[in-house]
């Protein structure tokens, strides 16, 4: 059974102050690694797609990355409006569905 | 209107209630999704359907009954439902097959209470 997990599970940041996401996961062959953010009473809205290894994607002040065991969010400078809830998720090749985290909660102070 | 619409966005209920949720796609999409997320925990997949056939329920209690009329609408019933159940209920749709289901555009959620 594909697993992520998401730490930390809370984060609150100083404007400006960069920091890194972590979602460690176990999957039987990736078929691709998403990013989702999520605000406060709306739902998930997707952020990147990486598929291997090595792999960056970039929007804005958010880079992703990915390893053979985990992905990282890194999010320089960050300002208020970065505040979210994000979301990681897996998909196998075993399996079409996505395993989701239980996200990590970023709060920005400006 | 653009994007995953759900309706009602708040909804109390009583456990001998029965009521419906409604999503409506506007983007043309094959695969729409119900997920209930509940606090502090990761998003479980609910049931899933492609080209309006069921391809997934999940083990869902039969307390919850989804509906497919067309590709572009997604009902999910309820009835006696459970304390336990309250949580915000979302619809998501996706363009590919369901078997690649890649980048989810979900809508705003229901924020289901039970009483």
């Known amino acids: 059974e594909d697993q992520v997990t998401q730490s930390p599970e809370a984060l609150r940041l100083q404007e400006g102050e960069s920091s890194s996401l972590n979602c460690s996961y176990t999957v039987s062959g990736l078929r691709g690694l998403f990013w989702y953010r999520q605000d406060p009473g709306k739902g998930p809205e997707f952020l990147f797609t990486l598929y291997s290894a090595g792999e960056e994607k970039e929007k804005e002040r958010l880079k992703a990355t990915l390893t053979k065991k985990e992905s990282f969010l890194h999010i320089t400078a960050p300002k208020p409006e970065d505040s979210a809830t994000y979301l990681c998720?897996?998909?196998?090749?075993?399996?079409?569905?996505?395993?989701f985290g239980a996200g990590t909660t970023v709060t920005v102070r400006a | 209107e653009t994007g995953v619409t759900q309706t009602p966005r708040h909804l109390v209920m009583g456990m001998t209630n029965k009521k419906s949720l409604k999503c409506e796609q506007h983007l043309g999409h094959n695969a729409m999704y119900w997920y209930k997320q509940s606090a502090k925990k990761p998003l479980e997949l609910m049931f899933v359907y492609s080209l309006e056939e069921r391809v997934e329920n999940n083990s869902v209690p039969s307390r919850f009954s989804p509906e497919c009329p067309n590709s572009s609408h997604l009902f999910l019933h309820l009835h006696t439902l459970q304390p336990e159940d309250s949580a915000l209920y979302l619809c998501?749709?996706?363009?590919?097959?369901?078997?690649?289901?890649?980048?989810?555009?979900f809508g705003e959620g229901s924020r289901l209470t039970v009483l």
């Open positions: 998720a897996v998909q196998g090749s075993n399996d079409y569905k996505l395993s």
């Open positions: 998501a749709s996706s363009q590919g097959d369901y078997s690649n289901t890649g980048e989810l555009f």
